[in-house]
């Protein structure tokens, strides 16, 4: 009895460890939102998105819901699965693709005439971690009009 009592207090101290190791939340930054074609069909590009990992562990990334908006109207939304690992003290670039299809791509064409230039990005990012699910959701602002990678969406 004795040597049970041992071992359930030995599982819990190091039960206990597993969860005073603090995670910091993984950041996400926007590289950039770039179209790659225009046509009948809609329009086709690429989110670009560097996640960092502020963690002593390599930490998994699942997947990321996002959507993308130009002048307040939803322009794209999209979901990738991944099963990449963020190293420890890292930084991974995620890319991935993004359509919009010809009826949303009418109402950002039509954004586009009255003058609008302004996008903003939604994103949560899905992380696997020991103590469960962690999301982190991300921001960006940017003005239309090509940044420094020469994208139609600069991250600025």
Do not use: K
């Not at 996400?28 to 989110?47: H, I, K, P």
């Not at 699910?133 to 990678?149: E, K, M, P």
Request: net charge positive; charged share 15%; hydrophobic share 40%.
């Amino acid at each position: 009895m004795r040597s049970i009592l041992v071992f359930l207090a030995c599982t819990q101290v190091l039960g206990c460890s597993i969860f005073m190791r603090s995670i910091e939340r993984p950041q996400a930054e926007v590289r950039n939102v770039s179209v790659a074609s225009a046509g009948f069909t809609g329009v086709t590009g690429e989110l670009q998105l560097d996640v960092t990992n502020p963690n002593n562990f390599g930490v998994p990334l699942s997947g990321i819901d996002w959507q993308l908006s130009v002048g307040g109207a939803r322009a794209v939304t999209g979901r990738v699965e991944l099963s990449q690992t963020i190293p420890a003290r890292g930084v991974a670039p995620i890319t991935t693709s993004m359509t919009i299809d010809a009826r949303d791509a009418i109402g950002v064409a039509s954004a586009l005439a009255r003058g609008v230039r302004d996008y903003q990005l939604s994103a949560r990012l899905h992380f696997s971690t020991a103590v469960g699910q962690l999301d982190v959701d991300v921001q960006h602002r940017g003005t239309l009009g090509g940044g420094a990678s020469g994208g139609l969406f600069g991250a600025r």
